[in-house]
Nanobody, 115 residues
Framework: QVQLVESGGGLVQAGGSLRLSCAAS????????MGWYRQTPGKQRELVAR???????MYADSVKGRFSISRDNAKNTVRLQMNSLQPDDTAVYYC?????????WGQGTQVTVSS
């Protein structure tokens, strides 16, 4: 059974930085794309960034140049370095892994950016 455990969320002032981490267990995921989504109340969950097993990454336009995604295949982990955070980045951030036919999310970690 797949399990994704996120950590690193919290409260930060605008302009600050946070780093989110996600550990995957239940199988080896070195060949699976992994990434991060975020969601605020009343809005759809949106893709923030994802990274393939080979290291190719993509970002939402809203975070390009500020966020950086990385992974460690040996440790089944994916990280999201978030810099220059803004109040609009406030959301619950979910780690995600692409499995055959579906995207699986973790439980989420809250990120709050104060102005």
């Amino acid at each position: 059974q797949v399990q994704l455990v996120e950590s690193g969320g919290g409260l930060v002032q605008a302009g600050g930085s946070l780093r989110l981490s996600c550990a995957a267990s239940g199988s080896a995921f070195s060949t699976n794309t992994m990434g991060w989504y975020r969601q605020t109340p009343g809005k759809q969950r949106e893709l923030v960034a994802r990274i393939t097993s080979g290291g190719s990454s993509m970002y939402a336009d809203s975070v390009k140049g500020r966020f950086s995604i990385s992974r460690d295949n040996a440790k089944n982990t994916v990280r999201l370095q978030m810099n220059s955070l803004q109040p609009d980045d406030t959301a619950v951030y979910y780690c995600a892994i692409w499995l055959p036919g579906l995207v699986y999310w973790g439980q989420g970690t809250q990120v709050t950016v104060s102005s």
